[in-house]
């Protein structure tokens, strides 16, 4: 399970270690063991956080509105939100990209950052998030080269898990009376 290997990668430098991450992930093995580091996004209304685990957003902040109590206004702060695409290799390898250290390439841009996830094969996974202009959107685009053999099951597809909890930023009588 993911809990058991995050348990082993307490100590990536042992050898049982690394063969049992290679087991579970096989051409993703390398991108199980890494560190952490986020990237920042924005353009004067917007400011989005992302982590290279899992190429996900961590905190989005409308710069110019506040909550009812003057706080600054986050749509998304913390583990809120959970993405990730989840897919079986050919050998009927489960891997999810919430699982994998992505690298920032130095493509990425105040307004736009390239996150890529490469395997032993030289295939690769890019998750690129951009702010248009001044908008309070976040674009998505999901970019791959070569990883059709690497995503192996029936139907060939990769699978979207997104989810987030809604944060209550106004007050309302039913808050208040609670």
């Known amino acids: ?6 348990k082993l990668l307490q100590n990536p430098a042992d050898s049982s270690v690394l063969a049992v991450v290679n087991e579970k992930y096989g051409e ?3 991108m199980v063991i890494g560190e952490e580091k986020f990237f920042t996004i924005e353009n004067k209304n917007l400011k989005v956080v992302i982590s290279s685990k899992g190429a996900a957003i961590k905190t989005i902040e409308l710069k110019n509105y506040k909550t009812w109590d003057k706080k600054q206004l986050f749509l998304a702060d913390g583990n809120e939100m959970d993405f990730g695409f989840n897919f079986f290799t050919p050998s009927n ?3 999810n990209t919430r699982d994998l250290f992505f690298q920032i390439l130095p493509a990425s841009t105040p307004s736009k950052a390239v996150f890529r996830a490469t395997t032993t094969t030289g295939s690769n996974l890019d998750f690129v998030f951009s702010i248009p202009g001044d908008s309070n959107i976040v674009n998505f685009a999901l970019e791959s080269n070569d990883m059709r053999k ?5 139907a060939g597809s990769i699978d979207l898990q997104w989810s987030m ?6 007050k309302s009588k039913k808050f208040s009376k609670s």
């Open 1 to 6: 399970s993911t809990v058991e290997v995050e």
């Open 165 to 170: 909890d809604v944060r209550s930023n106004e």
């Open 150 to 154: 690497l995503i192996g099951n029936s």
């Open 93 to 95: 390898r489960q891997v």
């Open 28 to 30: 993703f093995a390398p």
